[in-house]
């Protein structure tokens, strides 16, 4: 089906990355282009029209523009909400960038307007489908590691600036980069949270977290802890996964392999040993589970795993569009991540575990 993209807000992500998809991905879509554009700076529109397209300079003449069906909100994060239930309620489908909003209610808002209009709202989580996140994914699901207890991720996203650098404009790693770890480890465990603790830190960024780390522990008692920061992080894994038949490990962002040690053989074993009470020592027979561990070095049975959230993402936000698809970013997995956050900052501040 056709579908003509607008954008609000036209550089890093709008005029960058949403622009290219929308412009070269004919296997996303076989009618997809980008029409319009309205950002609040002049260089922005000016290189909109430089591109062919059309450049407005007020919200409600590109919401007017009825060849336009899915718009784009790639504003800084405080500007979300409010445009995106405009958009909605001008008839339009939303792509919003992450993070979704300010807080859960405003998600709420920008859910329950999406059900009011009948249109669809798309939240873009788009880093759930790195390579390096995929591998982990595929070697729990194919039963590699067995229950998993804990994983650690971690990732260095450079210093806070521009707007990041301002808490009312929703700056900070943690909704620059926390909110992409936190959606990966939602997804992934697809189990209620327990609880969130959290400590969020300001170094070097004037006003804004810059270091922080949140330990969310879900119903099943398995904890996830994530942490991002904006300057060095000493020498560290992207992710090590601890689960009951063994450990993996990912050694950056956007690897397509990983490390596996894990057991592939295990059994209980039962032996005389000596132990020791007040008489001195004496034979006691102890057990232990002896395992044969094998180091495996993903992916040795798992498909390629291109880094391309166009063909994961992008191609299911159109299918759902053109009916033929579910969301594969949930309202529901969108909200728990808001609520993350949300705990996050409460934790962080009161230095409480905080309930669910
Ligand atoms: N999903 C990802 O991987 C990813 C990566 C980077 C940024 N983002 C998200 O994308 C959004 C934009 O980030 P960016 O890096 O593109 O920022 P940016 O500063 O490069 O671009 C934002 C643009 O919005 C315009 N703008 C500001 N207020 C506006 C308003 N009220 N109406 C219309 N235009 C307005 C600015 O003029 C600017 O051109 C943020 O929410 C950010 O978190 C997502």
């Known amino acids: 089906m056709k579908h003509r ?29 980008p029409l319009a554009v309205y950002d609040v700076r002049q260089c922005q529109r000016d290189l909109a029209v430089e591109r062919g397209l059309i450049a407005y300079d007020n919200l409600e003449d590109l919401l007017a523009n009825d060849e336009i069906d899915t718009v784009v909100v790639a504003t800084p994060n405080q500007f979300h909400c409010e445009l995106t239930c405009k ?40 880093r759930r489908f790195d390579s390096d996140f995929m591998l982990v994914k595929h070697a729990i699901e194919t039963g590699r590691l067995g229950k998993v207890y804990n994983i650690e991720s971690k990732f260095c996203g450079g210093l806070m600036s521009g707007w990041r650098s301002f808490k009312d404009h929703g700056g900070g790693i943690f909704y620059d980069w926390g909110v992409h770890l936190i ?4 997804y992934l465990f697809n189990e209620p949270v327990k609880s969130v603790y959290a400590d969020l830190r300001c170094e070097k960024s004037g006003e804004v977290d810059d270091r922080s780390t949140v330990e969310i522990t879900f119903a099943s008692g398995a ?73 495996v070095t993903l ?25 033929n698809a579910e969301m594969i970013v949930t309202h529901e997995q969108a909200m728990t991540v808001l609520r993350i956050i949300d705990a996050a900052f409460k934790s962080s501040e009161t230095g409480k575990i905080i309930e669910f």
């Open 223 to 295: 904890k996830a802890r994530v942490t991002v920061c904006g300057s060095f992080l000493a020498p560290y894994n992207r992710f090590e996964v601890y689960g009951e038949k063994g450990v993996m490990w990912v050694d950056d962002i956007y690897a397509e392999s990983g490390t596996l040690r894990a057991s592939t053989k295990s059994e209980w074993k039962s032996n005389m040993t000596t132990a020791y009470n007040e008489n001195g020592p004496y034979e006691r027979e102890e057990r232990h589970l002896e395992e044969d561990l094998s180091r």
């Open 5 to 33: 993209i607008g954008y609000i807000g036209y550089a890093g992500m709008g005029g960058g990355y949403h622009y290219e998809v929308a412009k070269d991905r004919a296997d996303v879509c076989d009618d997809l282009a």
């Open 183 to 186: 959606d990966q480890m939602v």
């Open 299 to 323: 992916p040795d049975d798992m498909p390629t795993l291109p880094q391309d959230w166009a063909k994961y993402l992008y191609k299911n936000i159109f299918d759902t569009i053109d009916g």
């Open 87 to 126: 958009a909605l309620r001008a008839g339009k489908h939303v792509i919003c960038e992450k993070p979704a909003a300010m807080s859960p209610a405003e998600l709420q808002t920008m859910i329950d307007t999406a059900n009011e209009t009948g249109k669809l709202l798309f939240i873009h989580q788009n």
